[in-house]
């Protein structure tokens, strides 16, 4: 089975300053996705960036950028120039592959819980 | 694209009585997913349908829970019997198959 992991139940960071928050999964597969959600208070998740991991190259989605380590089985997320409106649970996520008959739930770890500091 | 809509938003019922949560996915979506997020964890998958069919409900956590889809497009979650343990957040996200998931505000379950 499948699992998502998530060491850091909190994490703080300065506006404007850069922040990494940490993923580590468990599966047996080669074809799978990742992703980092986001939920902030009484909101809904947000899918805030994705990575295939048959691709090498780490994603990036303006502010947000991933290091995606297959091997160790490590996908990061860090986040630049944090603003106040970043402060949310962060949730890494992974997927199976769109092989015939996969379900295409998500797999979640517990979350990271970011305040950004003025 | 409006978005995935779940309603109620909010549902406070007492010990015992049988609750029903509405989730209207992104129209075009033929995957819609029902997930439950208790406290202090991430959400947990609990079924799926792929247009009208259920392809998975053995993570349904008892039979006291059930799920359709009637027509392809909305889905109703229902909880019998409701017990203190079901009291969580309930999340509805839909997608193509394939794509990202969207999710909804969800339905937050209050057990008195």
């Known amino acids: 089975a499948q699992t998502v992991t998530q060491s850091q139940p909190e994490m703080s960071v300065q506006e404007a300053e850069t922040v990494t928050l940490s993923c580590t999964y468990d599966t047996s597969e080669s074809d799978y996705y990742l992703f980092w959600y986001k939920q902030p208070p009484s909101r809904q998740m947000i899918l805030v960036i994705r990575q295939e991991a048959y691709k090498q190259q780490n994603a990036t989605e303006n502010r947000f950028s991933v290091n995606f380590q297959k091997a160790a089985k490590s996908f990061s997320l860090k986040i630049s120039d944090s603003q106040l409106g970043d402060a949310a649970m962060y949730f890494c996520a992974y997927r199976t592959g769109d092989y015939g008959g996969s379900q295409g739930n998500l797999i979640f770890g517990k979350g990271t819980k970011l305040s950004v500091k003025p | 694209d409006t978005g995935v809509s779940q309603n109620p938003r909010h549902k406070i019922t007492k010990r015992g009585q049988n609750v029903t949560f509405r989730c209207d996915p992104i129209s075009e979506h033929n995957r819609l997913y029902w997930y439950r997020q208790t406290l202090g964890q991430g959400p947990e998958f609990l079924t799926y349908?792929?247009?009208?069919?259920?392809?998975?409900k053995s993570r349904l956590l008892s039979d006291r829970f059930s799920a359709e889809r009637p027509k392809g497009s909305f889905s109703t979650l229902e909880i019998q019997r409701t017990e203190q343990g079901d009291s969580a957040m309930y999340l509805c996200?839909?997608?193509?198959?394939?794509?990202?998931?969207?999710f909804g505000d969800g339905t937050r379950l209050s057990i008195l």
């Open positions: 349908f792929q247009n009208e069919a259920q392809l998975e």
């Open positions: 996200a839909s997608s193509l198959v394939g794509q990202p998931q969207h």
